[in-house]
Structures are given as structure tokens and as C-alpha cells.
């Protein structure tokens, strides 16, 4: 007999969840999460049910309760409103927006952070894993400048970069990514949105065969500005909504690289929001 619990999506899971039925595997389990593929149309989807206390990605499930007990390659469904694992069904109860819209923000507030966010990420015992890395710098320095060709020159170099769930490389690019398309929105940085525009669709095309699932699924994430609770707090620290310091320092201590990749992306993206509204004055 199925057992049935209820959780919080995430919005962007929503035409998933809504769709017929379909069959889906587990990609990855711990405690603290449970990582869905799930089988479409035009490429793999990855849903990750998380309980309460786990990060919460823009692609989650979030639920009150122990995991279900499941291993890798253990078969799942996904759809009709439900998310059946282990037997377990689950169902959205309420609904968050991964990608809500800043509001306004002058770019003079913007680059008065710029040198305070430096100095955190700088003086943080958590450092990126690509600290350094030539592509890296070659990806803030094109993004800086306006330009498309180095930057996605650079960003294609990244992607899949690194060990682990999710590649220093694809933290980096997916903190940029939405960096530069809220904070270019926030502070109408015309060329900045268009940079992520491009830059997501040259990262996403071919991400599936070039990362693991979970990151792929999570750039296609970034890509359309989605984040989680933890970035988009930093994102409203810099447009003035909320304090920064506290924001920033949750967001380093994610994972073991991937708070600092993030937020190494994070203030590339800010550092040419800044650059680019200089340029247009």
C-alpha cells in the first residue's frame, strides 16, 4: 500500500509535475535528497526531493519527513500531479517562484558592493575550485567587456570542469548566468541580459553530454535565471532588499566548492553588470 506525504515545489517543476505519468529513475540518494531523471520529450529532467533542512535547489520537491528508502537506478514515476518513489506518493501542497524579480537597483548601489563582496569571497576560507583557472578569468574578463565571442569561448571550456555532482566549472557559470540576468534586469543593464541570453544557450545546447545530470539540469536552471534560496538571497543583499554579509557567508559554506563557485560567479556577474552601465553612460 502507497504511503502519501505532501511538500513545497518549485514553480519551474510545475508542466512537469502536470504532465501524463511517465517513468523516471533515481539518479542519486542520501539523506538529506533524493535525485530524480525523468525521461521527455526534448531532453532529460531532473527532480530533487530534499527534506526540509537540505539547500533548497530551484529544481526541488521539498518535504517534511525521513527520505524514502531508495538506490540508485530504482524506478520511479513523475506526473498527474505526483511524484511516486519508493513507495511513497508525493503532491505540491503550495508552490515558490526560483526566479523572483529583484526590483529596481541603481548601478551605483550595485558597484558600491562590488568591493565588499571581493573582499569576503577573498578573505573566506572557502575557496572555487577553478580558483585561477585561465578559462575562468578569460569568462569575467569577456563578460566584463561586453564581449560574446571570449565569453562564451571561455564558458564552453567550463562546463563539466571539476569533480563531483555538480562541476566547479557549472557553478561557476550558473552563478554567473543569474547574476548577470537579475542584476542586468534590476539595474536595466541592457547588454548584461543579453549576455546571459547567449550565454546560456551556448551552455545549455550540449550540456547533457558534456556534465552529470544533475548539473546539466541545473544550468538549464540558471539559464532561465532559477537559483536556490541561497544565491537569490545574495542577489537581494546587493539590490538592497535585504543584508548581504549574513547572505553571502550562508552561501560559502555550500558544499565542500560549490557555495564559493557560486558566489565567484555571483560577483563576476556583478562585476560586469557594473562594468557594462559604465560602458553605456
Not at 539523506?31 to 520529450?41: D, K, N
Not at 505540491?92 to 571581493?118: K, Q, V, Y
Not at 583557472?133 to 566584463?144: H, K, M, Q
Not at 567550463?158 to 542584476?183: C, E, F, N, Q
Request: hydrophobic letters at 50%; aromatic letters at 4%; proline letters at 6%.
Amino acid at each position: 500500500m502507497r504511503a502519501h506525504a505532501t511538500g513545497a515545489a518549485s514553480t519551474a517543476l510545475r508542466a512537469l509535475l502536470e504532465s501524463p505519468r511517465r517513468p523516471a529513475r533515481v539518479l542519486a540518494a542520501f539523506p538529506a535528497g533524493v535525485y530524480l531523471e525523468v525521461r521527455t520529450e526534448l531532453q532529460p529532467r531532473v527532480i530533487a526531493v530534499l527534506r526540509g533542512d537540505a539547500v533548497r535547489l530551484p529544481n526541488a520537491m521539498v518535504i517534511n519527513g525521513p527520505m524514502p528508502g531508495v538506490a540508485v537506478g530504482d524506478e520511479a514515476w513523475v506526473g498527474d500531479g505526483c511524484v511516486e518513489i519508493g513507495g511513497l506518493g508525493l503532491r505540491a501542497h503550495r508552490w515558490w517562484d526560483p526566479a523572483p524579480p529583484l526590483g529596481p537597483a541603481e548601478p551605483a548601489l550595485l558597484a558600491s558592493w562590488l568591493p565588499l563582496l571581493s573582499g569576503l569571497c577573498e578573505r573566506s576560507p572557502r575557496r572555487s575550485g577553478l580558483e585561477g583557472n585561465e578559462a575562468a578569468v578569460r569568462l569575467a574578463l569577456g563578460c566584463a567587456e561586453g564581449s560574446l565571442l571570449r565569453g562564451v569561448t571561455a564558458a564552453e571550456q567550463l562546463v563539466g570542469l571539476g569533480p563531483g555532482l555538480t562541476p566547479s566549472g557549472d557553478d561557476m557559470i550558473a552563478g554567473l548566468l543569474v547574476a548577470l540576468r537579475h542584476l542586468g534586469t534590476a539595474a536595466n543593464v541592457a547588454r548584461a541580459v543579453w549576455l546571459a541570453d547567449w550565454l546560456a544557450a551556448a551552455v545549455t545546447f550540449d550540456a547533457g553530454g558534456r556534465t552529470t545530470p544533475i548539473s546539466a539540469a541545473l544550468l538549464h536552471c540558471a539559464a532561465r535565471g532559477e537559483a536556490s534560496g541561497e544565491v537569490l538571497a545574495v542577489l537581494r543583499g546587493l539590490a538592497g532588499r535585504q543584508a548581504l554579509e549574513p547572505a553571502l557567508h550562508r552561501l560559502l559554506q555550500l558544499g565542500h566548492t560549490s557555495g564559493a563557485d557560486l558566489a565567484w560567479g555571483v560577483r563576476a556577474g556583478l562585476a560586469a553588470v557594473v562594468a557594462l552601465a559604465g560602458a553605456d553612460r
